[in-house]
Nanobody
Framework: QVQLVESGGGLVQAGGSLTLSCTAS????????MAWFRQAPGKERSFVAA????????NYADSVKGRFTISREDAKNTVYLQMDSLKPEDTAVYFC????????????????WGQGTQVNVSS
């Protein structure tokens, strides 16, 4: 029932820009935070950015801070990741996920992952 579909990936040269989209269904999108993760070949999946349910609070990995921007449009059930000044090390499969609060352990959980969209940044 819950589904997230990423799109917008592709090939771009270093220094270029790309915008990813993630459209969700099956959950009340507007009351959940959302996040982007990425996984490069041979690497662990790593956090990229997150946005809270209202869009008023965001946070980013240090490696993308100042270059990437996460945003959301609740009317479209969509979260975006605008990526500027791309570097070859940004090459990865990018995933979106719902962010939920686990009150029993006082931490966030990222669940209901999409299948990902490939981003390739050439030198």
């Amino acid at each position: 029932q819950v589904q997230l579909v990423e799109s917008g990936g592709g090939l771009v040269q270093a220094g270029g820009s790309l915008t990813l989209s993630c459209t969700a269904s099956g959950l009340p999108f507007r009351i959940y935070g959302m996040a982007w993760f990425r996984q490069a070949p041979g690497k662990e999946r790593s956090f990229v950015a997150a946005i809270n349910y209202s869009g008023g609070m965001t946070n980013y990995a240090d490696s993308v801070k100042g270059r990437f921007t996460i945003s959301r449009e609740d009317a479209k059930n969509t979260v975006y990741l605008q990526m500027d000044s791309l570097k070859p090390e940004d090459t990865a499969v990018y995933f979106c996920a719902f962010r939920t609060w686990q009150s029993d352990v006082n931490q966030y959980q990222y669940s209901y992952w999409g299948q990902g969209t490939q981003v390739n940044v050439s030198s």
